[in-house]
Structures are given as structure tokens and as C-alpha cells.
């Protein structure tokens, strides 16, 4: 037997309709226990039937859940009015940039109010086949709206919410046109052709003034047996997550099934805590039951082990008051006639329909309560948090703003200062730089001349050394031969020499020049690492390329590959270094010696001088004197072979080519020096411009934070 505590049952005399012989027997002498937990009846205005008392309470409790939605909507409209004035500060304080927080902040608030525009109470209907789920639907909106019957008969699901409109329309998966409602039976029926897939969801469209629950934003979502189909987790993803309240529909001539137990097992490790009624529907067939209370706290006492036991979603008190023993066909059958205005709408329905009747309307006033709570609780209670969060957040970033604005006032101002000061550093010592780094190059210049004059000039000096390295085998029937060779080694030696010694000392002195420059304007300009490394390859080393040319240098050389006694007049005014005289000796002694004949000039010339000197210095003096100068002679002569001839040729080639590299080293060393400073210059400008830039952008940036100050 039932212990629930239901408000005092009043006379039934408003249950009656014109004349009480419509009542069955039963229903004049009301069963005591069922007096305990039912209301007062009366006639719902707009005659719908037996109902409960009505509060008198102007928020019902479905009329809270349109409240809460039309205050919390509000709301969600002022927050997004005050978002959109933020977005137009942000827009003004960021000179037209857009606050992508701001901008977040009002799509998560559309979004939001998208939701509340389609938020509904939903309450999902389960059970297993044929158990009466549409049927209890049709009760609830006083219409056959579902199809219903023997077996299995709803093939997907179907979701019935409100509609202003006149007539009901449907929409089927995919599609926005609209359906007669008549079409339900067809779409929604397993045994027509032309059914949808179970795990479809139909969306069907009632008119709100038909069925007041509708106009309260309540949605009813019937669904295929839970026996029929065993991917139950693509039902419970699909159509379950934001159900407000499930209605488990058994068959009261039965217990609980694995099936239905199962179901909700799956239900309760997706959901937390859901909220689960159990109608015990086709409770008529127990009208002459002989253990009628027996059968009744038999299926309580099972209904309620499992929601507190087994499901563990609610303690025993409540869970008392979530258990129904109906007849959803009596009830639908009933208000239709209501509507029809039939004089004894309760002609041929079983005994104990009174009974039955009033614990339906119990079970809607109990769903009612429990899913307006539910809905604000799960749906509002959600959408406030995140109000207050975009609330809070919108505060956070108008703070932050607040506080940007007055840093970077006080910012702007040092900046300024520093800017200025700046821009006088640049003006002062860049001038400064500029004049040194122009000393620089200058002073560089004439030491890379100096030094390379220094160092060409040893090499010079070892023009005899190298000449004589030369090993070639020297034949006066091929002299131009030999001295084409040579002065193809001379090239080769002593370019190679120049530029060895000219590119190692040169390189280090350009090197050490640029990166002098480059330092003097990086304190000034604050170059990154990758401005140093391109100023750094801006320009390159000259090259010192020194091409000797020794065949045309010596066009004009002409070897003298005659006798030289080393004692005679011209070798000794030569090595005197007296020009004159030897020019008049040579003279002199030229024209003498034609007038002699070739083969006795010696002899003459030496008895001459012993004729001469014999006048003034005793015999005994000078036959050995000239004997000894007479064997020198002959010894000198003698030993005037190929090989002297080499010498002398050599020594002749190093005296002319001497003189003429000099000259061709001056020219090389003024060409390199000039080339030297253009590129030194070239870099010098390059970083003069770019402090001139680093100039303007202090210009500019002064200008900018001045208006920005005003």
C-alpha cells in the first residue's frame, strides 16, 4: 500500500458530469488510502476535464520556468548593450582597432541567448515496446497526436514542442517544409513504408492553445522501445544529455524489465542524478484484481529499490513521489470526450477510473514541480554562471583598459624625454662620429700606403736574390729564348711574393677599419645582429692584384755581353761613380781603339803604359806591376765563359727591372689606396644615412606622442 501524503481529497460531486449515472459504482464509495493522496478535483477552465486543485500561486511552477527564462534573457540583452558600448570604447581608445576579448565576449553572449531563444523543458519518454510511451503523450496534450497501438509502433523519435500557429505541422531530419500532422502516423509508424531510422529525430509542432504544458515551453520527446534497438549510448548522445526529466513507462502488468533497468544504467553513468519518473501505465487491467494493494506496493516497493538502490538518483521520500499507477488510455480517452462535449465521457471505462485519473493528474502536477525546477536548475543556473563570468570578465578588461590608458599616459610622458633626449645624442655625436670616422679613413689610407711601400720595397730588394734562383740553361745562340723564360719567372716569383704579403696585412688592416666605423655609429644607433653582419659584408677588400709584366717592362732592356776588364779605366770610374769622367774615358778610349788594329791593340796599349809610367818609376816597379795587372787581365778574360756572360745578364736584367718596378709599384699602391678609401666612404654614408633615419623616426615619434599627450 502506498504511504505518500498527498493533500486531503475533497467530494467528488465536480467529478461528476450531468448526472451521476455516468459513474461507475466504485466510484461513489472512494477507497480510504487513495483519499490520503489525492486533491480536490475540479474542472479545468476550458474544459478539459478532471484535473487537481489549481494553485492560486500566479508562478505556477511552469509559469517560473518563463519567467526565469524572460528575466535571465533580459538580462543576457543587457549584457550584450553593454558589450557592445565596450567594443565602441576599446574601438576609441585603440584608435579603431577591435578588442578581440570584447569581440569573444559578445559571440559567447549571442550564443548564449541563441540558446535561451530555443531552450525548452524537455521530458523524454522511455520504455519498451507497446508499454503505452505515446499514449501517456497523447494524454498529456488531450490528442491523438502520436501514433499508438498493439506492438511496435513508434519507430523514431519525436519531439512535440509549442507553436502559435492554428493547425500542428511536422518537420521531418534535413527538410524545412512542412508536413500535415496527419503525416506523424505515417512517418513516425514502424509499419509504414516509408518510416524514418529509429535514432531520427521528427520535430512535431502543436498548437500551444490546445495544450497549455506546450505553452510553457515544455517539449515531449517520444522515442522508439528501448528493447528494439541496442545502441542505446547514440540515443542517450543524441536526445538525452539535455533532458530535464525521464518518464520510464512500464507495464503495470509486469515488473521492471532487464531492459528498461539497462537503459537507465546508461542513462545515470551519462547524466548525474537524473530525474526519473515511473508510470506503472495499463494499471486499468488490475480493476478486479482480488490483491489489488498487494500487486500496488509490490510494484512501488520494486519501482522504488531501483531508483534508491540500484540507480542510487534519489533518496526514498522522494522517490515515493515519482511512482504512478495510471491508465494513459483512459485519461486520453476521457478528455477527448471532454472535448467533444460527449454526455458521459466515462461510459465504458473500467472500474477505478477515478482513481487512476486523479493519480495522473497527481503525476503532472509532480512532473511539473519537479521539471521547472530541474530546468532552471540545469539550464539557467548555467547560463547565470556564465552571465556572471562574462560580467566579470568584461569588468577585468575594462579595469585593465583603464589602468593602460593611465600607464601609457605616464608612459607617453617618460618617453617623450627620453625621446628628445635622444634626438640630441643623435644631432651632437653623430656630428662627432662622422668627423672621426673621416679622420679614420684618412690616417688608414696613408698607413696602408706606407706599409705597403715598406713591404714591396724588401721585396725589391730581394729582386737579385730571386733572379739568381733562376737555373736555366743559358746559350747565346738562343739568348731571346732564355730571356722570355726569365722574365716569365720573374713574373711569376714576384707576384706572387706582392700579393702573399700585400693580401695578409691588407686584409687585417681593411677588417679592423670597418668594424672601427661600424662600432662608432653602434653606440649611437643600437644595431641589431643582423644589421651589424650586412654592414659588415656592405663592402668588400680592394683587391691588390700586382701584375709585374717583366716583357714589357724590359722592351727596352739591352744586355752587354762584351769583356769588362775590372781593372780597366771604365770599370774604375764606374765604380768611382764619377759619370763624367767615365762618359769622357769611354769616349776617348773608343775612338782610340778604332784607330788601333784589332789584334795588336792590347799590346800597344799596355808597352805604352809601361813606356809611360817607365819615365817616372824604376823598371824593377813596374814590369811585375804589369805583370800582375797583365795576369789579372788574362785570368778575367779567360774566365769569361757562358756562365759569367749569365751573371752579367742577370745583373743587368735586375739593375733596369729595379727601376721599373718602382715606378709600376707606386702607380699599383695609388690605385689601391684610392680604391681603399672610396669603399670606406661608400660604408661611412651607408651608417651616416642611417643615423639620418634614426633621426626622422625620433622626429616623427616626438611628434607622435606629443599629439597623443594633448
Same mark, same amino acid.
Given at each position: 500500500?502506498?504511504?505518500?501524503?498527498?493533500?486531503?481529497?475533497?467530494?467528488?460531486?465536480?467529478?461528476?458530469?450531468?448526472?451521476?449515472?455516468?459513474?461507475?459504482?466504485?466510484?461513489?464509495?472512494?477507497?480510504?488510502?487513495?483519499?490520503?493522496?489525492?486533491?480536490?478535483?475540479?474542472?479545468?477552465?476550458?474544459?478539459?476535464?478532471?484535473?487537481?486543485?489549481?494553485?492560486?500561486?500566479?508562478?505556477?511552477?511552469?509559469?517560473?520556468?518563463?519567467?526565469?527564462?524572460?528575466?535571465?534573457?533580459?538580462?543576457?540583452?543587457?549584457?550584450?548593450?553593454?558589450?557592445?558600448?565596450?567594443?565602441?570604447?576599446?574601438?576609441?581608445?585603440?584608435?579603431?582597432?577591435?578588442?578581440?576579448?570584447?569581440?569573444?565576449?559578445?559571440?559567447?553572449?549571442?550564443?548564449?541567448?541563441?540558446?535561451?531563444?530555443?531552450?525548452?523543458?524537455?521530458?523524454?519518454?522511455?520504455?519498451?515496446?507497446?508499454?503505452?510511451?505515446?499514449?501517456?503523450?497523447?494524454?498529456?496534450?488531450?490528442?491523438?497526436?502520436?501514433?499508438?497501438?498493439?506492438?511496435?509502433?513508434?519507430?523514431?523519435?519525436?519531439?512535440?514542442?509549442?507553436?502559435?500557429?492554428?493547425?500542428?505541422?511536422?518537420?521531418?531530419?534535413?527538410?524545412?517544409?512542412?508536413?500535415?500532422?496527419?503525416?506523424?502516423?505515417?512517418?513516425?509508424?514502424?509499419?509504414?513504408?516509408?518510416?524514418?531510422?529509429?535514432?531520427?529525430?521528427?520535430?512535431?509542432?502543436?498548437?500551444?492553445?490546445?495544450?497549455?504544458?506546450?505553452?510553457?515551453?515544455?517539449?515531449?520527446?517520444?522515442?522508439?522501445?528501448?528493447?528494439?534497438?541496442?545502441?542505446?549510448?547514440?540515443?542517450?548522445?543524441?536526445?538525452?544529455?539535455?533532458?530535464?526529466?525521464?518518464?520510464?513507462?512500464?507495464?503495470?502488468?509486469?515488473?521492471?524489465?532487464?531492459?528498461?533497468?539497462?537503459?537507465?544504467?546508461?542513462?545515470?553513468?551519462?547524466?548525474?542524478?537524473?530525474?526519473?519518473?515511473?508510470?506503472?501505465?495499463?494499471?486499468?487491467?488490475?480493476?478486479?484484481?482480488?490483491?489489488?494493494?498487494?500487486?500496488?506496493?509490490?510494484?512501488?516497493?520494486?519501482?522504488?529499490?531501483?531508483?534508491?538502490?540500484?540507480?542510487?538518483?534519489?533518496?526514498?521520500?522522494?522517490?515515493?513521489?515519482?511512482?504512478?499507477?495510471?491508465?494513459?488510455?483512459?485519461?486520453?480517452?476521457?478528455?477527448?470526450?471532454?472535448?467533444?462535449?460527449?454526455?458521459?465521457?466515462?461510459?465504458?471505462?473500467?472500474?477505478?477510473?477515478?482513481?487512476?485519473?486523479?493519480?495522473?493528474?497527481?503525476?503532472?502536477?509532480?512532473?511539473?514541480?519537479?521539471?521547472?525546477?530541474?530546468?532552471?536548475?540545469?539550464?539557467?543556473?548555467?547560463?547565470?554562471?556564465?552571465?556572471?563570468?562574462?560580467?566579470?570578465?568584461?569588468?577585468?578588461?575594462?579595469?585593465?583598459?583603464?589602468?593602460?590608458?593611465?600607464?601609457?599616459?605616464?608612459?607617453?610622458?617618460?618617453?617623450?624625454?627620453?625621446?628628445?633626449?635622444?634626438?640630441?645624442?643623435?644631432?651632437?655625436?653623430?656630428?662627432?662620429?662622422?668627423?672621426?670616422?673621416?679622420?679614420?679613413?684618412?690616417?688608414?689610407?696613408?698607413?696602408?700606403?706606407?706599409?705597403?711601400?715598406?713591404?714591396?720595397?724588401?721585396?725589391?730588394?730581394?729582386?737579385?736574390?730571386?733572379?739568381?734562383?733562376?737555373?736555366?740553361?743559358?746559350?747565346?745562340?738562343?739568348?731571346?729564348?732564355?730571356?722570355?723564360?726569365?722574365?716569365?719567372?720573374?713574373?711569376?716569383?714576384?707576384?706572387?711574393?706582392?700579393?702573399?704579403?700585400?693580401?695578409?696585412?691588407?686584409?687585417?688592416?681593411?677588417?679592423?677599419?670597418?668594424?672601427?666605423?661600424?662600432?662608432?655609429?653602434?653606440?649611437?644607433?643600437?644595431?641589431?645582429?643582423?644589421?651589424?653582419?650586412?654592414?659588415?659584408?656592405?663592402?668588400?677588400?680592394?683587391?691588390?692584384?700586382?701584375?709585374?709584366?717583366?716583357?714589357?717592362?724590359?722592351?727596352?732592356?739591352?744586355?752587354?755581353?762584351?769583356?769588362?776588364?775590372? =781593372?780597366?779605366?771604365?770599370?774604375? #770610374?764606374?765604380?768611382?761613380?764619377?759619370?763624367?769622367? $767615365? +762618359? &769622357? /774615358? !769611354?769616349?776617348?778610349?773608343?775612338?782610340?781603339?778604332?784607330?788601333?788594329?784589332?789584334?795588336?791593340?792590347?799590346?800597344?796599349?799596355?808597352?805604352?803604359?809601361?813606356?809611360?809610367?817607365?819615365?817616372?818609376?824604376?823598371?824593377?816597379?813596374?814590369?811585375?806591376?804589369?805583370?800582375?795587372?797583365?795576369?789579372?787581365?788574362?785570368?778575367?778574360?779567360?774566365?769569361?765563359?757562358?756562365?759569367?756572360?749569365?751573371?752579367?745578364?742577370?745583373?743587368?736584367?735586375?739593375?733596369?727591372?729595379?727601376?721599373?718596378?718602382?715606378?709600376?709599384?707606386?702607380?699599383?699602391?695609388?690605385?689601391?689606396?684610392?680604391? =681603399?678609401?672610396?669603399?670606406?666612404? #661608400?660604408?661611412?654614408?651607408?651608417?651616416?644615412?642611417? $643615423? +639620418? &633615419? /634614426? !633621426?626622422?623616426?625620433?622626429?616623427?615619434?616626438?611628434?607622435?606622442?606629443?599629439?597623443?599627450?594633448?
Amino acid at each position: 500500500m502506498s504511504s505518500r501524503t498527498l493533500p486531503r481529497q475533497t467530494s467528488l460531486t465536480s467529478l461528476e458530469s450531468p448526472g451521476r449515472s455516468g459513474w461507475n459504482s466504485d466510484m461513489d464509495t472512494p477507497t480510504p488510502k487513495l483519499n490520503r493522496s489525492l486533491t480536490m478535483a475540479e474542472r479545468r477552465p476550458g474544459g478539459t476535464g478532471l484535473v487537481g486543485r489549481r494553485t492560486r500561486d500566479p508562478l505556477s511552477p511552469l509559469k517560473r520556468f518563463t519567467r526565469a527564462k524572460e528575466s535571465i534573457s533580459k538580462a543576457f540583452g543587457l549584457i550584450r548593450e553593454r558589450l557592445t558600448e565596450s567594443q565602441v570604447f576599446f574601438q576609441l581608445a585603440r584608435e579603431g582597432a577591435e578588442s578581440r576579448p570584447v569581440a569573444a565576449l559578445l559571440e559567447r553572449t549571442q550564443g548564449i541567448q541563441d540558446i535561451l531563444s530555443r531552450d525548452h523543458m524537455k521530458v523524454a519518454f522511455f520504455g519498451r515496446t507497446s508499454n503505452g510511451k505515446s499514449s501517456v503523450i497523447n494524454a498529456l496534450l488531450q490528442s491523438q497526436v502520436l501514433p499508438a497501438g498493439i506492438g511496435h509502433t513508434t519507430n523514431c523519435f519525436c519531439s512535440v514542442v509549442g507553436s502559435e500557429a492554428d493547425d500542428g505541422f511536422v518537420l521531418t531530419p534535413g527538410s524545412n517544409e512542412r508536413l500535415n500532422v496527419k503525416n506523424v502516423k505515417q512517418l513516425a509508424h514502424s509499419l509504414h513504408k516509408k518510416h524514418l531510422e529509429p535514432s531520427s529525430l521528427m520535430k512535431i509542432f502543436w498548437p500551444k492553445a490546445k495544450c497549455p504544458l506546450l505553452g510553457d515551453d515544455v517539449e515531449f520527446v517520444d522515442s522508439p522501445g528501448i528493447d528494439m534497438n541496442p545502441n542505446m549510448d547514440e540515443w542517450i548522445n543524441k536526445h538525452c544529455l539535455d533532458a530535464d526529466v525521464f518518464v520510464l513507462v512500464s507495464n503495470a502488468e509486469s515488473t521492471l524489465m532487464i531492459a528498461e533497468k539497462n537503459f537507465f544504467h546508461r542513462v545515470s553513468e551519462h547524466l548525474s542524478k537524473p530525474n526519473i519518473f515511473i508510470l506503472n501505465n495499463r494499471w486499468d487491467a488490475s480493476a478486479n484484481e482480488e490483491f489489488l494493494d498487494e500487486v500496488r506496493e509490490q510494484h512501488l516497493d520494486c519501482d522504488i529499490h531501483f531508483l534508491t538502490k540500484e540507480l542510487k538518483v534519489t533518496d526514498e521520500a522522494t522517490a515515493r513521489n515519482r511512482v504512478f499507477f495510471v491508465s494513459a488510455k483512459e485519461v486520453l480517452q476521457y478528455r477527448m470526450r471532454k472535448q467533444q462535449n460527449v454526455p458521459n465521457p466515462t461510459e465504458g471505462l473500467a472500474d477505478g477510473f477515478k482513481r487512476r485519473f486523479l493519480e495522473f493528474e497527481q503525476f503532472e502536477r509532480q512532473f511539473k514541480e519537479c521539471i521547472s525546477s530541474s530546468a532552471i536548475s540545469t539550464k539557467f543556473e548555467h547560463h547565470h554562471r556564465q552571465g556572471a563570468t562574462v560580467v566579470a570578465e568584461l569588468e577585468e578588461l575594462l579595469q585593465q583598459e583603464s589602468k593602460n590608458i593611465q600607464d601609457n599616459s605616464e608612459l607617453g610622458s617618460q618617453q617623450l624625454q627620453v625621446s628628445w633626449q635622444r634626438q640630441q645624442t643623435l644631432h651632437s655625436d653623430g656630428e662627432r662620429v662622422a668627423q672621426t670616422c673621416q679622420h679614420t679613413i684618412t690616417s688608414t689610407a696613408q698607413a696602408v700606403e706606407q706599409k705597403i711601400f715598406v713591404a714591396m720595397k724588401d721585396i725589391v730588394s730581394q729582386l737579385t736574390a730571386i733572379t739568381d734562383s733562376y737555373d736555366h740553361q743559358f746559350d747565346l745562340a738562343h739568348l731571346e729564348g732564355y730571356k722570355q723564360d726569365l722574365f716569365q719567372f720573374m713574373d711569376d716569383s714576384l707576384s706572387q711574393e706582392l700579393n702573399r704579403v700585400s693580401t695578409t696585412m691588407l686584409g687585417r688592416i681593411h677588417q679592423d677599419t670597418q668594424k672601427s666605423l661600424i662600432d662608432s655609429y653602434q653606440q649611437l644607433l643600437q644595431l641589431s645582429e643582423k644589421e651589424l653582419t650586412r654592414y659588415s659584408q656592405l663592402v668588400r677588400q680592394p683587391e691588390l692584384s700586382f701584375v709585374l709584366r717583366c716583357a714589357d717592362l724590359c722592351e727596352d732592356f739591352q744586355e752587354d755581353l762584351h769583356f769588362h776588364f775590372s =781593372l780597366g779605366l771604365s770599370s774604375v #770610374l764606374r765604380f768611382l761613380n764619377v759619370d763624367s769622367l $767615365l +762618359g &769622357a /774615358a !769611354q769616349g776617348q778610349a773608343s775612338r782610340l781603339w778604332s784607330l788601333l788594329p784589332g789584334d795588336y791593340a792590347l799590346p800597344i796599349v799596355l808597352l805604352g803604359a809601361g813606356a809611360l809610367f817607365s819615365r817616372f818609376l824604376n823598371w824593377r816597379y813596374i814590369v811585375p806591376s804589369l805583370a800582375l795587372y797583365g795576369g789579372i787581365y788574362s785570368y778575367e778574360w779567360l774566365t769569361w765563359t757562358d756562365r759569367s756572360k749569365e751573371t752579367a745578364l742577370k745583373r743587368q736584367f735586375v739593375q733596369h727591372l729595379r727601376a721599373k718596378v718602382q715606378y709600376q709599384i707606386r702607380a699599383t699602391v695609388t690605385s689601391y689606396t684610392t680604391q =681603399l678609401t672610396s669603399n670606406l666612404t #661608400l660604408l661611412q654614408h651607408q651608417l651616416q644615412g642611417a $643615423l +639620418g &633615419a /634614426a !633621426q626622422e623616426r625620433e622626429t616623427g615619434k616626438i611628434a607622435e606622442l606629443t599629439e597623443q599627450q594633448t
